[in-house]
């Protein structure tokens, strides 16, 4: 049903979470000397996943985290610090939150109400850069106990033979992403025509077995990316093509529609952009087409394509092309692939 990475299937969803405002109303009173490692954690997001694989229970990616970090509908800007990773399965719940009670963990994929599937549990490590120091599996529970009430959370987990002990206390943050539940499963936010022009973008091309994704940032220059358009193009490519010249499109199956589902965003996209950032508009591409004409280290793109509610995306633009290498930072950044 899902990947067994939770941290990378967190950020891949489309949502800007705000931040958690911490309370003291409950406070633990147990014994912290009795333990390895003592954390008192400053965020908490529960990714509600319904009963749609799990009759008789229903399903959380829950991420409890040392520090706050920004999720947005490309990526993730990472804080320094701890990210314990836990996929619990709680009694049916009326309104998809977390509800009380005390979870354990399981290594046998039961998917029972009450526990924690221990085969995707784990602890991430990010470091001051945002880099992960754990690889992104993370580190195994050998052990874990979680005890949820209405604004509190205490987990007691053996991790790589030290025992942890942490606490969250305030509002939880949550995501819902069960089938046709929230507002995330929008596939576009447009409403109006986009019409981009530029002669200051940048192309990347990371290339697959049979295809591409081209990532085309509509101002890139000395200091990184600027305010624009984003677009993420899927095309086919026959195979070991490295030159993307040609025209894809929707008809003829060479540009992939774009889809959004609770894994995330495929196939061909448009943004824009803020500091670098990901604004509030996106569209998936629907229909229409693309049209590259690239010559070694420079591109030019004339695109014409719509979404499914029948805005127009047009964009002519032209600038500098990179493949085979990673992409910049900034551009990194803004979707962590």
């Known amino acids: 049903m899902k990947t067994k990475n939770l941290f990378y299937l967190l950020l891949a969803l489309p949502l800007i ?3 958690c405002n911490k309370t003291n109303d409950e406070e633990s009173t147990t014994n912290t000397e009795n333990y390895d490692v003592c954390l008192e954690a400053k965020y908490l997001v529960a990714e509600y996943w319904g009963s749609e694989y799990t009759p008789g229970a229903d399903n959380f990616s829950v991420i409890i985290a040392e520090n706050e970090f920004m999720m947005d509908i490309g990526g993730a800007s990472l804080s320094e610090g701890s990210y314990y990773c836990l996929d619990i399965y709680t009694p049916i719940t009326a ?3 977390l509800p009380a009670g005390t979870y354990t963990l399981d290594m046998t994929e039961s998917y ?3 526990t924690i599937d221990g085969t995707i549990s784990s602890l991430i490590k990010v470091d001051a850069n945002g880099n992960f120091i754990t690889d992104d599996e993370g580190i195994p529970f050998s052990e874990a106990t ?3 009430t209405e604004k509190h959370v205490e987990l007691t987990a053996v991790i790589d ?3 942890h002990y942490v606490t969250f206390s305030g509002e939880f943050e949550y995501i819902d992403s069960a089938i046709g539940g929230g507002d995330i ?3 576009t936010t447009l409403t109006n025509d986009v019409e981009v022009e530029g002669e200051a973008a940048l192309f990347v091309a990371e290339y697959g077995y049979d295809g591409a994704y081209i990532f085309v940032m509509e101002n890139y220059g000395e200091y990184g990316a600027g305010d624009g358009a984003l677009f993420m193009l899927e095309v086919a490519l026959a195979e070991d093509i490295t030159n993307i010249s040609g025209t894809y499109s929707v008809e003829d199956g060479t540009l992939n529609i774009g889809t959004l589902d609770a894994y995330g965003m495929w196939g061909s996209w448009y943004f824009d952009t ?4 990901l604004g509030s508009k996106y569209a998936a591409l629907q229909g229409g087409s693309v049209t590259f004409n690239h010559d070694g280290d420079s591109c ?4 014409d394509c719509s979404d499914i509610e029948g805005h127009t995306i047009k964009a002519t633009l032209s600038g500098a092309f990179i493949s085979d290498s990673p992409a910049p930072e900034s551009l990194s950044n803004i979707f962590n692939r």
């Open 17 to 19: 979470l705000s931040s």
């Open 95 to 97: 309104n998809g939150k």
């Open 112 to 114: 029972a109400a009450g």
């Open 146 to 148: 979680l005890v949820i």
């Open 161 to 163: 033979n030290e025992t």
């Open 185 to 187: 499963l929008r596939t």
């Open 274 to 277: 803020i500091d670098g950032e």
């Open 300 to 303: 030019a793109m004339a695109l």
